[in-house]
Nanobody, 127 residues
Framework: QVHLVESGGGLVQAGGSLRLSCAASGRTFSSYSMGWFRQSPGKEREFVAAISRSGDSTYYADSVKGRFTISRDNAKNTVYLQMNSLKPEDTAVYCC????????????????????WGQGTQVTVSS
């Protein structure tokens, strides 16, 4: 069982930066690949970024590539999402998720492959 709690969301002007954190409970955090997803009103949940168990592999949606960076600290049971050059279209509720399925350098972009989800944190980017 993994309990995930996001933090770091807020209101920021376009071009600004935010750093989201996702703290995980339990002692098996390093057994899970992690992902960030987002959802805005009237839209489907969208994959943002993923990272492998050890952090050696990452993957990004085209819409955030070059602006967002996912990282993790297994000693702190935390995964991060550094968001730079934010745009109004980045406005959404951002959720982290944990997937047990993928070992080694694997990760998933598919929400149905994730086992545990946080409650989300709101990110609002004003123009």
């Amino acid at each position: 069982q993994v309990h995930l709690v996001e933090s770091g969301g807020g209101l920021v002007q376009a071009g600004g930066s935010l750093r989201l954190s996702c703290a995980a409970s339990g002692r098996t955090f390093s057994s899970y690949s992690m992902g960030w997803f987002r959802q805005s009103p009237g839209k489907e949940r969208e994959f943002v970024a993923a990272i492998s168990r050890s952090g050696d592999s990452t993957y990004y949606a085209d819409s955030v590539k070059g602006r967002f960076t996912i990282s993790r600290d297994n000693a702190k049971n935390t995964v991060y999402l550094q968001m730079n050059s934010l745009k109004p279209e980045d406005t959404a509720v951002y959720c982290c998720a944990a997937a047990y399925k993928y070992t080694g350098s694997g990760y998933s972009t598919r929400s149905y492959e994730y086992d545990y989800w946080g409650q989300g944190t709101q990110v609002t980017v004003s123009s």
